[in-house]
C-alpha cells in the first residue's frame, strides 16, 4: 500500500476535551411518506455506518504485539503477548498475523475475521491535526480533510448523486435522537428511535386514516400506486415488532447498541429500501482509568463486538449484500498517561465487516512506534486516509462511480479491501 494522505512531523496541542456519547442534537430532516415498491433492493450494497464516538484507542483494539516499542510505551496498558506462558490463554492478546491482534474482549469477532469477511485498516484517520473530538467528527463526517467545504455529509452527498429512484423515509436511517452529520444532505434522512414509530397502531383513529388512505389511493395512477405501495410497507412495517425479535444467529446484546443493530437487521430482511443505518456507540474518551483487561475500555469493546457478532450471524444469508463500516474521529497517543489512560493522538483504526469483504487481514503501511516515526506529541502516524476506505466502499459496493461528488478535492486510492464489485 502506498503512504495515504497527512505524513508531516508537526507537533500540534494534544488537547484533553471530553467528547459527549453523541454530537449535539441536530433538527432531523422531515422524512417524505413515499417508499420503493416492497422487495426492492438497493443499486449497491445496505451500508451500516458504526461510530465510535469519543476518539477509541486503536491500539488497544488491534494491538501491534510485534512491535517492541509498544510494550515500552503502555508498561501499565500493554497486552499480554500471545506467546506469554505467564498469562492465561484466554487474557493474551489473539494473534491475527504474527504482528497484529485482537484484545480479548474482540474475541467474539473472530469467527467473521476467520470467514475472511472482516478487515481491519490500522494507522488511518484524517489529515485534521486539531485532536479535537468536535472539529475531527465533523471532518470525517463531512467527508473532508479541513472544516472548510461543503456543510453536507459524505453519505449525503452519496444518496443525492446516485439516483435510485427512491424518496422512501427509510432510504437512509440513524438510530438515535438525531440524524448525524454525514447524512446531511438534499435526500431526506430520518432518525428513529424504534422503528414502532412507523407503525400506524389499532387505536380507532389510526384503522380510520388506514381506511381513507386505501380509499385515497384506490385509482390506478401514478400517484395511486405509489399510495399502494406505501400502505404495503406500512403494512409490513406493522409486523416488525422490535421487542419480539430474535436473531437467526448468535443473540444481540440487551443494550442500545445491540438493540440498534436488530433494528437495522430487521429493516434489511424486510426489504423495504433501506439503503444507510448509522448507529454510535459512545463513551471512547480514555483518559482515565482506560483498562487493560477489564474496566471502560474492555466493556465497551464488549458491547461493540458482541453487537457486532450477533450482526454478521443474522444476516449470514443477506451478508453479500451488506457492508458494515466501524470508524473513530481519531486514535489515542502511543504511550499511557500517568492517569492510567490514553489523550488524544492521531492514527486510528477501522473496521470492514461484510460477504464481499477481503478479509482475514490487516491493511496497513506501518509507521512504526519508534520515538522518530511518532508525530506531534507522541502519536501513531496517519498512513491511510479514512477517505481510501470510505471511497473504495462507495465505488465498489455501492455501485456509485462519482467518488468526486462524495469526496471533493480527494482522489481516494484503492486498498484491494473487497473481492468483486456488485454487479447491476
Partial sequence: MRMAGWNSRDSGAAGAETAPHAPPPRRAHLAQLSFVPAGSSPAGDTLVVVFLRGAADGLHMVVPHGEEEYHRLRPSLRLPRPDDLRAPKDRRV??????????PSLRPLLPAWEAG??????????????????KAMEVMERGTSQESGPTTGWIGRHLASLDTSSSSPLRAISLGNSVPRSLYGSVPATSLQSITEYHLGTSKTAQLL???????YGSEDILSTRGQETLQILNTLEKLDPAAYRSTGTAYPDN?????????????KAEVGLEIGAIDLGGWDTHFAQ???DGQMPKLME???????AFHSDLADQLGRVCLVVMTEFGRRAYENASLGTDHGHGGMMLVLGGAVNGGRVYTDWPGLEEENLVGPGDL?????????????????LNNPKQEEVFPGY??????????????
Fill in 381 to 397: 502516524a496517519m498512513t491511510t486516509d479514512y477517505r481510501d476506505v470510505l471511497g473504495e466502499i462507495v465505488a465498489k459496493r
Fill in 117 to 134: 469477511q472482516l478487515a481491519c485498516v490500522q494507522a488511518c484517520g484524517a489529515p485534521d491535526e486539531s485532536r479535537s473530538h468536535f
Fill in 411 to 424: 482522489e481516494p486510492r484503492e486498498l484491494g479491501l473487497f473481492q468483486e464489485q456488485v454487479s447491476d
Fill in 303 to 309: 458491547e461493540l463486538s458482541f453487537g457486532l457478532a
Fill in 94 to 103: 489473539i494473534d491475527l498475523d504474527g504482528f497484529f491482534g485482537f484484545h
Fill in 210 to 216: 388506514a381506511s381513507a388512505l386505501s380509499v385515497l
Fill in 256 to 268: 442500545d447498541f445491540g438493540r440498534g443493530l436488530a433494528q437495522i437487521a430487521m429493516l434489511i
Fill in 291 to 293: 483498562g487493560v483487561l
